[in-house]
T-cell receptor, first 112, second 113 residues
Framework: QQQVKQSPQSLIVQKGGISIINCAYENTAFDYFPWYQQFPGKGPALLIAIRPDVSEKKEGRFTISFNKSAKQFSLHIMDSQPGDSATYFCAASFRNTGKLIFGQGTTLQVKP | DAMVIQNPRYQVTQFGKPVTLSCSQTLNHNVMYWYQQKSSQAPKLLFHYYDKDFNNEADTPDNFQSRRPNTSFCFLDIRSPGLGDTAMYLC????????????FGDGTRLSIL
């Protein structure tokens, strides 16, 4: 019930392509869904976030799609660049406590 | 400019020797969190402070403790570290504890020998 399931575990995309990472959850007490980007040796950095009353949010090349009925959300990275190569974590936050539950992470490699 | 600063960035200590990791923030956020992140895994919440109120996760080992002497600083104390405590320790802050972004520091990489 507390889990957030993330897939794929790893992803290789050509430069200019679209990277898609998917997450699914069960607990309806989640009310905030951020995505974090983490480079080796660095802390996670907030990339983009969405609340369940919105179905899509776009910031530059990054888009979150949110399907409340299916309890799924995904990150799309358009025009992927080698500098996007990193580990991406989806997460979900509990309404009453703000506690973040992370997905397992996806290692993205963008080939030049 | 770094807003959540962790020191030291790297720490090597001996099995059983107490160690303290520090975190400071310039954001004036109410909530401070400590996470443990092992290699190729997601961050795992250890505990957090909402102002001075301390909240411990049920599965946080007993030899992990924390102090928050003021709004800006928070410390993680590991009383008797074991080999399994080798990990990256991440500090994060958020303005409030409901639906707010968490801002992470760059972590302390702790190695227990």
């Amino acid at each position: 019930q507390q889990q957030v399931k993330q897939s794929p575990q790893s992803l290789i995309v050509q430069k200019g392509g679209i990277s898609i990472i998917n997450c699914a959850y069960e607990n309806t007490a989640f009310d905030y869904f951020p995505w974090y980007q983490q480079f080796p040796g660095k802390g996670p950095a907030l990339l983009i976030a969405i609340r369940p009353d919105v179905s899509e949010k776009k910031e530059g090349r990054f888009t979150i799609s949110f399907n409340k009925s299916a309890k799924q959300f995904s990150l799309h990275i358009m025009d992927s660049q080698p500098g996007d190569s990193a580990t991406y974590f989806c997460a979900a936050s509990f309404r009453n406590t703000g506690k973040l539950i992370f997905g397992q992470g996806t290692t993205l490699q963008v080939k030049p | 400019d770094a807003m959540v600063i962790q020191n030291p960035r790297y720490q090597v200590t001996q099995f059983g020797k107490p160690v303290t990791l520090s975190c400071s923030q310039t954001l004036n956020h109410n909530v401070m969190y400590w996470y443990q992140q092992k290699s190729s895994q997601a961050p795992k919440l250890l505990f957090h402070y909402y102002d001075k109120d301390f909240n411990n996760e049920a599965d946080t080992p007993d030899n992990f403790q924390s102090r928050r002497p003021n709004t800006s600083f928070c410390f993680l104390d590991i009383r008797s570290p074991g080999l399994g405590d080798t990990a990256m320790y991440l500090c994060a802050t958020s303005r409030e504890n409901q639906g707010q972004p968490q801002h992470f520091g760059d972590g302390t990489r702790l190695s227990i020998l």
